[in-house]
């Protein structure tokens, strides 16, 4: 954009007029240009970035999970959990289909077999998830809430959920729902 | 009884509030100078009604009063005091009630201080404020009434969510709260604004000290959430792109726009409809903030007791207060009259740039937050949109921020000059070269993207003090008579500069932890040691402790530097005792700017404990940005020129020949 010289002294009204809607017009595509930047920005970022939410059963199903990045949901398989140093295997199922993870680093702290969990990693070529992030149930880290209703849906929930309301008004069996 | 007199304080100032949504507007399309005058007093009394009940509340909390049913789902008698303080907003009813608090608190401010006010801007002002505090006393009274009684009152209550018993919580809701809420005092001047049909450079000038506190009061309160997050949580992390933190950055963004536009409007008389509408904005934001976090349609620590009635309630506000206010700026804009010219390089042609990415920027943290709530109820799809979108969408929006930022405070208001800007920041620009080459020369291999950065947050800093300089000739002048000059510059200027340091400062502070922090996730027995960026950690062992509402186990962490010990850090498993909850503590030994991180899980079959140890180099400069900013936001708000109630010179000088600020 250059300096427009016939406003620089006392113009004149109509001149004034014309100046106006010339800035105006440069204003309008400035304004366009950003946004037209800021939606393409946008829009690759959804193609790029967006993880969908699975089950074992569905990875399954589709068949099309190999080097995908996703969220993996159900519950850590009883006896499947096994350590080697910081690197931990185990199974998530969803008691129809089960989905073999494994994970470098410290779980979080209330990882238990039995218990619902969310994993964020991808199917690798051996058929393995591999994770770099597990959520737990009643984790002070952020429980998504469509996790947290895929896991009721199936009635997986374990011990929680207030999605009956009032009714769980026993203090010690208050759930940490309310988690970041 | 005392809850009982706070559940009827309550009505009272509702009934308050709703005369006074009405009578003042009355009077002032009546011209009925009585009525219009009723507002002051009406405001004042509300508050105190609400102030009483908060105080009612306060007392059943700190008396463990448990036949309140609301203390007895979150306090406990042996919960410390300031827990349980703050216990009376860490739920869903208190922390509403604390909301309105500060909402009729902002109404009685303007109330007492607005008295230079024309008199019917203040009657539709306060009226419209009345209006969002009756919209809320209802919510409070009919869905979520903290004074309800449970027979028969339990002997012992349930203790606040653990994670809240922390100080860094017991303040950031009241200090997010003030932001949020202090946005309204824009929305209330904007929509009386465009009842009015007239809107000035005075206008500008009444609002904007409001949007600088509200404004200040949110940089604390997301600086404060994001801190917690970072020690609290156990990840080292300090912003974690979920939904209830966008909800908080939505509005700051355009507060922010707001801020500079109003600023705009104030010395140019321009970008007036653009500034209403900001206004309008950045409160509907707030509300929307308010929606996500308090209707549970995100499942976070914010979210208390979800209730869907609870939500369709704030949605309905929601809806007539941002439908209402657009459909009137639809109806009332054109009548606004157009202000003055201006060449796009200018001062004003800058703060239009700001305007207009930082508007971009918080559409794209809308989309991004919002769209899987939308695909949800559209496909019954559930996706998650993390971290990585907003890297790819908020960052390079934000760059260009950054880039322009300095060069605006140097440009002359109606037309600048662009190459004498750049040379008032030659200095600014070589700091940055010398800088990126620097930290790139040491940290060869390293992410390619960090040193420059760090040299675009050094651009920032010096490039704050550009202004600064040039106006006290420092090198150009003896240094005593640069003093003199500092002395004399207007607080806004100095306020403006310190804001945009803390920008850059925060930048820095994000680009030297996220890029060269180092982790080692290790299984260690006692005695046994680990080597993280030049510390040798060793493990003695764990140890029990009793607090006052729970047990703790200390992983005692021993760090040397070549042979000496310089510190010793403690994170801990706390389990609360009346939850049943166990609750990881970070220990963080700190080393100039830079933090050693530890976070423990629990101790495994094998006698190992697990440990994710961190080392994050400058990353207290991400908490020091904010508090930077926000002083500098009350440098701005201590200039004479917009204390409130301060006389006013008789005749301004005309805006071409004001000094540059």
């Given at each position: 954009m250059t300096l427009d010289a016939s406003t620089s002294s006392f113009p004149s009204p109509r001149r004034r007029a014309s100046a106006r809607k010339r800035r105006r017009f440069a204003l309008l595509a400035v304004i366009g240009l950003v946004l037209a930047a800021a939606v393409a920005l946008v829009l690759n970022a959804f193609t790029d970035t967006l993880v969908f939410f699975r089950t074992p059963s569905e990875i399954a199903q589709r068949g099309d999970a190999l080097g995908t990045r996703m969220r993996l949901g159900g519950l850590v398989k009883q006896g499947s959990v096994r350590h080697e140093g910081t690197t931990v295997f185990f199974t998530v199922t969803d008691n129809k289909a089960d989905q073999a993870v494994t994970y470098t680093g410290m779980l979080p702290d209330l990882f238990r077999e039995g218990q619902g969990v969310v994993t964020e990693g991808s199917v690798q070529t051996d058929g393995v998830f591999k994770a770099d992030s597990v959520l737990a149930k009643h984790d002070e880290n952020y429980m998504p809430k469509d996790v947290a209703d895929r896991l009721k849906e199936q009635g997986e929930w374990r011990g929680g959920g207030k999605s009956d309301g009032k009714s769980d008004a026993a203090p010690a069996a208050k759930p940490a729902e309310t988690s970041k | 009884m005392i809850a009982e007199t706070g559940h009827y304080a309550l009505v009272l100032a509702l009934a308050l509030a709703i005369l006074q949504s009405i009578l003042p507007l009355w009077g002032a399309r009546v011209r009925d100078v009585a009525l219009m005058r009723l507002a002051s007093p009406l405001a004042v009394a509300q508050f105190g009604f609400v102030g009483l009940a908060f105080a009612a509340l306060t007392h059943a909390y700190l008396t463990s009063d448990f036949s309140v049913l609301n203390v007895v789902e979150n306090s406990h008698s042996l919960k410390p005091l300031i827990y349980k303080f703050s216990g009376v907003w860490g739920n869903h009813e208190g922390s509403l009630l604390l909301w309105v608090l500060i909402l009729v608190l902002f109404g009685a401010l303007v109330a007492v201080f607005g008295r230079n006010l024309p008199a019917r801007l203040k009657a539709d002002v306060l009226a419209v404020q009345a209006m969002i505090s009756t919209a809320f006393l209802l919510f409070v009274l009919i869905t979520s009434n903290p004074f309800e009684r449970v027979v028969p009152a339990p002997m012992e209550g349930q203790d606040l969510n653990p994670l809240l018993q922390d100080p860094g919580l017991a303040i950031h809701p009241p200090l997010l709260y003030i932001g949020y809420v202090g946005f309204s005092m824009a929305f209330s001047f904007a929509v009386a604004a465009l009842i009015e049909g007239k809107v000035d450079a005075a206008w500008a000038r009444w609002v904007r000290p409001w949007t600088l506190t509200a404004w200040l009061f949110l940089t604390l309160g997301i600086a404060m959430g994001s801190y917690w997050a970072y020690y609290e949580l156990g990840w080292g992390g300090f912003w974690f792109w979920d939904p209830v933190e966008n909800a908080s950055l939505m509005p700051w963004l355009s507060g922010t726009a707001l801020?500079?536009?109003?600023?705009?409007?104030?010395?140019?008389?321009?970008?007036?409809?653009?500034?209403?509408?900001?206004?309008?904005?950045?409160?509907?934001?707030?509300?929307?903030?308010?929606?996500?976090?308090?209707?549970?349609?995100?499942?976070?620590?914010?979210?208390?007791?979800?209730?869907?009635?609870?939500?369709?309630?704030?949605?309905?506000?929601?809806?007539?207060?941002?439908?209402?206010?657009?459909?009137?700026?639809?109806?009332?804009?054109?009548?606004?009259?157009?202000?003055?010219?201006?060449?796009?390089?200018?001062?004003?042609?800058?703060?239009?740039?700001?305007?207009?990415?930082?508007?971009?920027?918080?559409?794209?943290?809308?989309?991004?937050?919002?769209?899987?709530?939308?695909?949800?109820?559209?496909?019954?799809?559930?996706?998650?949109?993390?971290?990585?979108?907003?890297?790819?969408?908020?960052?390079?929006?934000?760059?260009?921020?950054?880039?322009?930022?300095?060069?605006?405070?140097?440009?002359?208001?109606?037309?600048?000059?662009?190459?004498?800007?750049?040379?008032?920041?030659?200095?600014?620009?070589?700091?940055?070269?010398?800088?990126?080459?620097?930290?790139?020369?040491?940290?060869?291999?390293?992410?390619?993207?960090?040193?420059?950065?760090?040299?675009?947050?050094?651009?920032?800093?010096?490039?704050?003090?550009?202004?600064?300089?040039?106006?006290?000739?420092?090198?150009?002048?003896?240094?005593?008579?640069?003093?003199?000059?500092?002395?004399?510059?207007?607080?806004?200027?100095?306020?403006?500069?310190?804001?945009?340091?803390?920008?850059?400062?925060?930048?820095?502070?994000?680009?030297?932890?996220?890029?060269?922090?180092?982790?080692?996730?290790?299984?260690?027995?006692?005695g046994e040691s680990v080597d993280l960026s030049g510390f040798h950690v060793t493990f003695e062992g764990l140890e029990q402790r009793q607090g006052p509402n729970y047990a703790s186990v200390v992983a005692k962490l021993t760090l040397r530097e070549g042979g000496t010990v310089v510190a010793a850090v403690e994170p801990s498993r706390r389990i609360y005792q009346a939850r049943k909850m166990d609750l990881a503590e970070s220990g963080i030994a700190t080393f100039g700017l830079s933090q050693f991180y530890a976070a423990t899980a629990e101790a495994r079959d094998d006698g190992a404990t697990g440990l994710r140890l961190q080392y994050k180099p400058l990353v207290l400069l991400i908490w020091l940005g904010p508090a930077l900013m926000a002083l500098g936001g009350a440098f701005s708000l201590a200039d004479r020129r917009l204390r409130v109630g301060a006389p006013r010179k008789a005749a301004r000088p005309a805006p071409a020949l004001q000094p540059a600020e």
């Open positions: - | 801020l500079h536009s109003a600023v705009v409007m104030e010395k140019r008389e321009a970008l007036k409809v653009w500034t209403v509408l900001l206004a309008l904005l950045t409160f509907a934001l707030s509300l929307l903030g308010t929606f996500l976090v308090r209707s549970g349609v995100l499942t976070s620590v914010h979210a208390f007791a979800v209730d869907p009635a609870r939500g369709v309630a704030i949605l309905i506000i929601l809806t007539v207060f941002v439908g209402g206010s657009l459909a009137l700026y639809a109806l009332r804009a054109p009548v606004l009259k157009q202000g003055g010219i201006f060449a796009p390089v200018s001062r004003e042609g800058a703060l239009v740039v700001n305007n207009i990415f930082l508007t971009a920027a918080t559409a794209a943290v809308f989309v991004g937050t919002l769209y899987p709530l939308a695909l949800e109820a559209a496909t019954g799809e559930k996706i998650s949109v993390g971290p990585p979108f907003f890297n790819a969408t908020f960052g390079p929006i934000m760059l260009p921020v950054l880039l322009v930022m300095p060069f605006g405070p140097l440009l002359a208001w109606k037309r600048g000059d662009a190459y004498r800007a750049a040379q008032g920041l030659m200095i600014a620009f070589g700091v940055a070269i010398v800088a990126t080459a620097l930290v790139a020369g040491f940290t060869l291999g390293g992410p390619w993207l960090a040193p420059i950065g760090i040299g675009l947050g050094l651009f920032a800093i010096v490039g704050a003090f550009a202004e600064v300089m040039e106006r006290t000739k420092l090198f150009k002048a003896p240094f005593g008579d640069s003093f003199a000059r500092a002395k004399g510059l207007p607080s806004s200027t100095w306020g403006g500069a310190l804001a945009h340091a803390g920008l850059g400062v925060t930048l820095i502070g994000v680009v030297a932890a996220t890029a060269w922090s180092s982790e080692n996730v290790v299984a260690l027995k006692p």
